[in-house]
């Protein structure tokens, strides 16, 4: 694909369930960022990872929330013991290189009742 | 502590009117300063990167600018397709990820 795509697009459920969000990311981009972002904000940094490790995870929130990324292409957000403040929509975006310009998916938006 | 602040939250102009959206930050050792745009139920999409105090660069209505405080996103002659979010991100220190702030919600109306 042309662009970084995230699935799935919408996801509703219930408090305490577990979630998995998916990115694949552009082809031979090895940065890939996961950010979060709340209606009416900007996005707020996750996690990062540079190949296939988690280069930088201080903006997960808390141990419920977990990434991977084992081949270094697609990435998976976990989400346990979802919350109601959980609800927002996730970002995923890709780059060459640590410059700064990103490519973002459309998002995953999660709806935790 | 580092920080990215945009003004003004809301924005509407008519066609033709044109204005500036400010970024403000409080970072220390800024790397890059970074200009999206983002469409409802859209990703951020990229227009601008700047690196130092006097750099501008251009693309069709808009212009960026930055100085040691603050950057200014001009828009010339807005048409209503120029509506959308424009978000302000910082990349600093030794930080791999970006710092954006609250955007602000651009409307040009007809």
């Known amino acids: 694909g042309a662009g970084v795509s995230q699935t799935p697009s919408n996801k509703v459920t219930e408090k305490g369930k577990y979630v998995e969000l998916r990115c694949d990311p552009i082809?031979?981009?090895?940065?890939l960022y996961w950010y979060r972002q709340s209606l009416g904000q900007g996005p707020e940094f996750l996690i990062y990872f540079q190949g296939t490790g988690a280069a930088d995870d201080s903006g997960l929130p808390n141990d419920r929330f977990f990434a991977v990324r084992p081949e270094g292409s697609v990435s998976t957000l976990k989400i346990q013991r979802t919350e109601r403040g959980d609800s927002a929509v996730y970002l995923c975006?890709?780059?060459?290189?640590?410059?700064?310009?990103?490519?973002f998916g459309e998002g995953s938006r999660l709806t935790v009742l | 502590e580092d920080q990215v602040t945009q003004s003004p939250e809301a924005l509407r102009l008519q066609e033709g009117e044109s204005s500036s959206l400010n970024c403000s930050y409080t970072?220390?050792?800024?790397?890059?300063l970074f200009w999206y745009r983002q469409d409802p139920g859209k990703g951020p999409e990229f227009l601008f990167t700047?690196?130092?105090a006097g750099e501008e660069k251009e693309k069709e209505r808009l212009k960026a600018t930055l100085t040691k405080k603050e950057s200014f996103l001009h828009i010339t002659a807005p048409k209503p397709e120029d509506s959308a979010t424009y978000l302000c991100?910082?990349?600093?220190?030794?930080?791999?990820?970006?710092?954006f702030g609250s955007g602000t919600q651009l409307t040009v109306l007809p």
């Open positions: 082809s031979g981009h090895t940065a």
């Open positions: 991100a910082c990349l600093f220190g030794s930080a791999r990820q970006l710092t």
């Open positions: 970072v220390s050792g800024l790397r890059g």
């Open positions: 700047l690196y130092s």
């Open positions: 975006a890709s780059s060459e290189s640590n410059t700064g310009e990103l490519f």
